[in-house]
């Protein structure tokens, strides 16, 4: 069966969430099998409240920017139907648990139990003990590209965290695992997999995909052209 989990990230006013802080910006991203599937969710959301400048600094974000953008409560159900019940991963995850679930306190809404939080910083820490776990570190490690954020942002934080997650999981090499379980009559059976939510785009470009056309036409009746005339013969 297939595992689905949401990365996601916050951006806040500052580090209080009991002494007024509030949240300003979620990421999410969704992960099936620890691979991201392309559908996520960014909301900018006006605090109601001042943002320090040195906030600003890192996030990018000022009062007068989310002035217009929607309060918590006017975006909770668009948050809460995306994550569904599924585990919520994130860097430092006590940290944004404290935002949410004060958040859904002051919505009336019920809070996300701490079984459903998954934090990649203890990961980081049980298996590297004595390295730096943090978000950039890691990426520094496992050579996630950081050139994508000038600022902290949460959808992009996400993202990379997502790749982090995945090497911290053993990454991309783990999904190539062979190991079945025994079917009891002498045979072996594999666990199924479900199929990729969207498929990849494919990397070759309209330039190459010519290179190669031009490449092949000059060549000696090469054997997959005999092959597709045959095929071609064969059906007609």
Known sequence: ??????????????????????????????????IPTGKDLRILI?????????????????????????????????FLEFIED??????????????????????????????RFIDTAAMARAKYPGSPASLDALCKRFDVSL???????????????????????GGREQSLSFSGSDGGDGTVVYPTRAARPKSLPSLVTERERAAHAEFISEMDD???????????????
């Open 222 to 236: 090469p054997l997959w052209q005999s092959l597709g005339l045959l095929k071609a013969e064969t059906s007609a």
């Open 46 to 78: 006006n605090p109601e409240r001042d943002i320090p400048a040195e906030v600003t600094a890192v996030t990018g974000h000022t009062r007068e920017m989310l002035k217009d953008e929607p309060v918590f409560i006017q975006i909770v159900d668009q």
């Open 1 to 34: 069966m297939s595992t689905r989990e949401i990365i996601f990230d916050t951006e806040t006013t500052g580090l209080d969430p009991r002494g007024g802080d509030r949240i300003t910006e979620l990421g999410c991203v969704e992960v099936i099998d620890l």
């Open 147 to 169: 050139d994508s954020r000038t600022k902290h942002g949460a959808l992009i934080d996400s993202y990379l965290l997502a790749e982090v997650y995945l090497e911290l999981n």
């Open 86 to 115: 599924s585990t919520l991963v994130a860097h430092n995850a006590m940290f944004d648990m404290g935002f949410i679930n004060m958040e859904l306190e002051r919505c009336a809404r019920p809070i996300i139990p701490k079984s």
